[in-house]
């Protein structure tokens, strides 16, 4: 079968890969696992993810453990906010994940995870309206590779309003893109407990295409089956 994107023959390797990683076909869902004008829970195949690993799916992760996770996903804001753009009630170091968003997604997630094929990933998306015009989407990805869980941040509160106010349309297809980010993602990702984070990331070649993501590597091994005190609220 021939290449939708063919290459020149004259073409140099790298311009190679970018051109086939730009050919590759768009992720798409491939199971509904819970939907609602607010908030959904999928699985898909998306190949940039995967990066044609075989991921260890289907995943038995209990929901108090996918809760214990949620509750550990810590975002730390600059130290300089603009009071016209961030909510500056909310504390700098803050969990991503209100008590309602843990007890929606953990239960669904679980199911998610243990319905999955090494090919699929798991992905989730919460919108919540700002104003007649404006949303704001917290969106993102997990799956299980080996004995660790990767968690994929892809939005954190972006406002879908935000492409809009460069005198370019608004983003309608947020809900068809979970994994790809909507506005500029601020902030640094932690996770408590601190153990329990793996800080390796890609070395070499593995460096040069992967592509950029917020994400942490949480090993299963060291996530407890109950919260525990000390956690940022």
Request: net charge negative; charged share 25%.
């Amino acid at each position: 079968m021939r290449s939708s994107c063919p290459v020149p023959p004259t073409a140099p390797w790298v311009l190679i890969a970018i051109l086939w990683s730009g050919c590759t076909p768009a992720a798409f869902t491939t199971l509904t696992i819970y939907d609602s004008p607010q908030a959904f829970v999928r699985l898909e195949t998306n190949r940039a993810v995967t990066e044609g690993s075989s991921l260890a799916h289907p995943a038995t992760l209990s929901a108090d453990r996918l809760a214990v996770i949620l509750q550990g996903v810590i975002v730390e804001e600059p130290l300089t906010r603009m009071p016209l753009y961030d909510d500056l009630s909310v504390p700098r170091r803050h969990r991503v994940f209100s008590q309602d968003e843990v007890e929606l997604f953990a239960p669904l997630l679980s199911l998610a995870l243990a319905r999955a094929t090494p090919e699929e990933v798991v992905t989730f998306y919460r919108t919540q309206r700002l104003s007649a015009v404006r949303r704001e989407v917290t969106s993102g990805g997990l799956y299980v590779q080996g004995e660790d869980l990767h968690f994929l941040l892809s939005n954190n509160r972006s406002d879908t309003h935000y492409v809009a106010d460069l005198g370019m349309a608004d983003t309608p297809d947020d809900r068809l893109t979970p994994l790809r980010a909507i506005a500029p993602q601020k902030g640094t990702l932690h996770f408590e407990p601190a153990e329990a984070h793996r800080t390796d990331g890609p070395r070499g070649l593995a460096r040069l295409f992967h592509w950029d993501r917020r994400e942490l590597i949480i090993r299963l091994d060291r996530i407890p089956d109950t919260l525990t005190t000390g956690t940022t609220r």
